[in-house]
Nanobody, 120 residues
Framework: VQLQASGGGLVQAGGSLRLSCAAS????????MGWYRQAPGKQRELAVS???????AYADSVKGRFTISRDNAKNTVYLQMNSLKPEDTAVYYC???????????????WGQGTQVTVSS
C-alpha cells in the first residue's frame, strides 16, 4: 500500500492550502484516514481524522479552521486548511488504517510527508 500526498507549500498567515492523500495498492477497505503533523522540535501530533462513515475528529488547535473530507471510492482524503497561522508550520503526514483483501486485521500506512510553511 502506498500513500501519495500532495498540496503543501508556503503561504502567508491567513491564507489557505489544500492537501490531498491518495492510497493505492492491496486495499479491501480503509477505516480511519487523516493527518498527523510534526513541527520543528516537537512531537508528531494528530491534527485531524475521518472514518469511512464520515465521522471526524479535530485537534483543538485546528478546529474551525481545518476541514477534512474523504472520497471512499478513490481512497483519498483531503484537508482544507484556512486561516493558517505560523504555528501551523509543520510536516504533515497522512495515514490510513487499511484492511487488505485477504486479511482480517487493519494495518497503519503513512505518506511521505508534505511541508506546510506559514509565514507571518
Amino acid at each position: 500500500v502506498q500513500l501519495q500526498a500532495s498540496g503543501g507549500g508556503l503561504v502567508q498567515a491567513g491564507g489557505s492550502l489544500r492537501l490531498s492523500c491518495a492510497a493505492s495498492g492491496s486495499i479491501y477497505s480503509i477505516n480511519h484516514m487523516g493527518w498527523y503533523r510534526q513541527a520543528p522540535g516537537k512531537q508528531r501530533e494528530l491534527a485531524v481524522s475521518i472514518t469511512s462513515g464520515g465521522s471526524t475528529a479535530y485537534a483543538d488547535s485546528v478546529k474551525g479552521r481545518f476541514t477534512i473530507s474523504r472520497d471512499n471510492a478513490k481512497n483519498t482524503v483531503y484537508l482544507q486548511m484556512n486561516s493558517l497561522k505560523p504555528e501551523d508550520t509543520a510536516v504533515y503526514y497522512c495515514y490510513a488504517e487499511v484492511l487488505h483483501r485477504s486479511g482480517v486485521n487493519y494495518y497503519d500506512y503513512w505518506g511521505q510527508g508534505t511541508q506546510v510553511t506559514v509565514s507571518s
